[in-house]
């Protein structure tokens, strides 16, 4: 059974920084793309970033480019999200999901089969 465990979240200054880890277990994850979603209070859940585990090649919504990087960590099958030059509107519960091949469309909530349970992101300004 796939188990995703995200932790790292919590309260942090504007311009300040944040790395997420999401611990992937119950199958080898190589054949998987990983993603990060976010969703704020009152809002849809939204993409943040992917990763195809085996080739690297990453994908991020405009609003994180430049600040924010997706990373894979083989040897303890984890995915990480380094977070940098928060901004207020970046305050929400973050969520690991992974998606199975075929792959499907790495922005949608739908293509994605596991969830992790979600962590919270804070930012104050």
């Known amino acids: 059974q796939v188990q995703l465990v995200e932790s790292g979240g919590g309260l942090v200054q504007a311009g300040g920084s944040l790395r997420l880890s999401c611990a992937a277990s119950?199958?080898?994850?190589?054949?998987?793309?990983m993603g990060w979603f976010r969703q704020a209070p009152g809002k849809e859940r939204e993409f943040v970033a992917a990763?195809?585990?085996?080739?690297?090649?990453?994908y991020y919504t405009d609003s994180v480019k430049g600040r924010f990087t997706i990373s894979r960590d083989n040897a303890k099958n984890t995915v990480n999200l380094q977070m940098n030059s928060l901004k207020p509107e970046d305050t929400a519960v973050y969520y690991c999901?992974?998606?199975?091949?075929?792959?499907?469309?790495?922005?949608?909530?739908?293509?994605?089969?596991?969830w992790g349970q979600g962590t919270q992101v804070t930012v104050s300004s």
């Open positions: 119950g199958r080898t994850f190589n054949n998987y793309r």
């Open positions: 990763i195809d585990w085996s080739s690297g090649t990453t």
């Open positions: 999901a992974a998606q199975a091949r075929p792959f499907r469309n790495w922005g949608r909530t739908s293509s994605y089969d596991y």
